[in-house]
């Protein structure tokens, strides 16, 4: 599997997110954004990794 994005994109992606108040709870990214968590778990173990590299 190849990444759409770069880690900056999902980690940016990720803040923007937390920012305009939206959960950043795995099961519901899955169904709201599967690229950007398909993405964020090419580049980091686990969601939950992702999300604090993005330190929100």
Do not use: C, T
């Not at 599997?1 to 803040?15: F, G, K, N, R, T």
């Not at 305009?20 to 580049?43: D, I, T």
């Amino acid at each position: 599997m190849e990444a759409s994005m770069s880690v900056i994109d999902v980690i940016a992606q990720i803040q923007d997110l937390k920012n305009n108040g939206h959960q950043l709870n795995k099961k519901k990214l899955k169904q709201s954004h599967p690229e950007l968590l398909q993405n964020a778990l090419f580049y980091f173990p686990s969601w939950d990794h992702a999300v604090q590299s993005a330190d929100v």
